[in-house]
């Protein structure tokens, strides 16, 4: 080969070389200016601080996960936020209601064995996920 051809396809190459590394730079510019950002401003995090403080969590005080009972139904007790949705699942029963106070309290039946309730507050605003309770209670008659 000549001089001048081999001189050529060096400039060729190199040339190829600094228009593709010039191409990927403005690409990747382009695609981070095309993109949006999916996280919050400091100001919504300040804000969901705030709300998240003044919320109270659901809690059951009676009766205790596990427990042994030889009557055909059992009290609930328990506490959630002011006019969160209260819903009350088993096989047997199904309730629900509007916690009217912070406190509540529901009479709810037992079937033989055990018994799975799923307790599930739903707040007001149904911006935040729903709060959710499971009690295994085993309910055993006397004869047995």
């Known amino acids: ?3 001048e051809t081999v ?3 060096f400039f060729g190459v190199v040339f190829g070389a600094l228009v593709a590394f010039i191409l990927l730079a403005k690409n990747k510019e382009f ?3 095309k993109t949006k ?3 919050p401003t400091e100001k919504a995090s300040k804000l969901s601080k705030k709300v998240i403080v003044s919320l109270k969590s ?3 005080s009676e009766p205790a996960d ?4 030889n009557t055909k139904s059992i009290n609930i007790k328990g506490k959630a936020d002011k006019d969160a949705l209260i819903i009350i699942q088993s096989p047997v029963k199904d309730i629900v209601f509007k916690n009217e106070k912070e406190e509540f309290s529901v009479s709810f039946p037992l079937a033989l064995g055990e018994n799975i309730i799923k307790i599930t507050a739903h707040l007001k605003s149904g911006n935040l996920r729903p709060q959710e309770k499971e009690l295994h209670i085993y309910y055993l ?3 047995l």
């Open 37 to 39: 950002t999916i996280a």
């Open 141 to 143: 008659n006397e004869e």
């Open 1 to 3: 080969m000549k001089k």
């Open 66 to 69: 596990g427990s042994i009972f």
């Open 58 to 60: 659901l809690e059951v």
């Open 7 to 9: 001189i050529a396809i």
């Open 31 to 33: 695609q981070l200016a």
